[in-house]
């Protein structure tokens, strides 16, 4: 029984659960940034920026979409050399996993392992992955880029993309890199359709989850709510770019799809003039919905928050073009002593164009979430669960008993 203690403690680092400590010095964040959440007292004297306002670079902040186009095309790429991993997944897909080539003997066995996942159609080559795993490496941690089915490359084995509601491939690579590191803690940080997989795969793992922090960037949460902002005004430029990439994608490896028959509806997919379009003709069949609205409703990571278990950091442009602030599930990160919500009042969508290396350099939440990983895994070895699961809480009463006999 006493053999099983550090294993249950190894659960979560909850790494401040000393908020007694420091409420009398609570420092206040600056008031151009909403900051909220059930773990806001928890964690708010870790991240010592907020209380500077968030300032946006001249003229490019000054509109949500120059900012976000600006940060998808201009901001520049770090030269990182990566060594790819393929892994065979149980129903023979595919991922690719770009580890930072050399990284392997160069860091020891126990150095936290961060899991970075891209938003849609992206992966390793883009700017803001390339950035936060520069500066978590510049930290000593070993990093890793999940690219999804398709996606930065990988490989598409079976008649099966990836989704917002598949999450298969997230716990076969957690299990993967888990094997391969079993002394260090693991953490992930997700981007936009990667950050509804991520906290989709949070609550789903409630109790269990191996992860021992994560951030979540610019999420797009209640997918229907997206949905129906994506098809307005200007927002139709995205939905077009990003259909026309994943038509991209799907031709690469059409002859997989040849002789689908049922619900799908192959030349929709392959010729769709928006994410709806595709995800009517092929991705909502291929999981098993009876329509888009259907899929969209049930792969929403809003529904997720109240089940997360782990520190969780959430940050949000108020001024989102593609992740809009009405879907944001407030109430829900209110209630959960484990999470924390920052939102800034500009942004765009995977902008954040502003801070020290602005214009052209890492984001704006770089450094808040490396401070907030960082705070974890420093108090890790420390801790104990923040979960109010009484089956948890039991058997670690047991254990510490035990320990005193």
Known sequence: MVSSLPVILRLRPIASLHVSATAKAMPSPHHSLEVIGGARDAFLPVLKTLDRPYRAFPVIGWNRHVETIFAAFFRSLPDVRLKRECIRTKDDGSVALDWVSGDHERLPPDSPLLILLPGLTGGS????????????RSKGWRVVVFNSRGCGHSPVTTPQFYSASFLGDMHEVVAHVSNRYPEANLYAVGWSLGANILVRYLGQESHSCPLSGAVSLCNPFNL??????????????????????????FKKHALLFEDMGGEYNIPMAANAKSVRDFDEGLTRVSFGFKSVDDYYSNSSSSDSIKH????????????????????????????????????TPKGGHLGW?????????????????????????????????????????????????????
């Open 224 to 249: 229907v709510i997206a949905d129906e902002d994506f098809r307005k005004g200007f927002n139709i430029v995205y939905d077009k770019a990003l259909a026309s990439a994943l038509c991209r994608i």
């Open 125 to 136: 080559e883009d700017t803001y992955v390339r950035y936060m795993l520069l500066r978590a």
């Open 308 to 343: 997360v278990c782990i520190p969780l950091l959430c940050i949000q442009a108020e001024n989102d073009p593609i992740a809009p602030s009405r879907g944001i599930p407030r109430e829900d990160i209110k209630a959960n002593p484990n999470c924390l919500l920052i939102v």
């Open 353 to 405: 164009v502003a801070g020290a290396e602005a214009p052209v350099g890492a984001s704006w939440t770089d450094p808040v979430a490396m401070d907030f990983l960082e705070h974890l895994e420093k108090g890790s070895s420390k801790t104990l669960p923040t979960c109010s699961d009484p089956k948890v809480l039991e058997q670690i009463s047991e254990d510490l008993h035990q320990l005193e006999v």
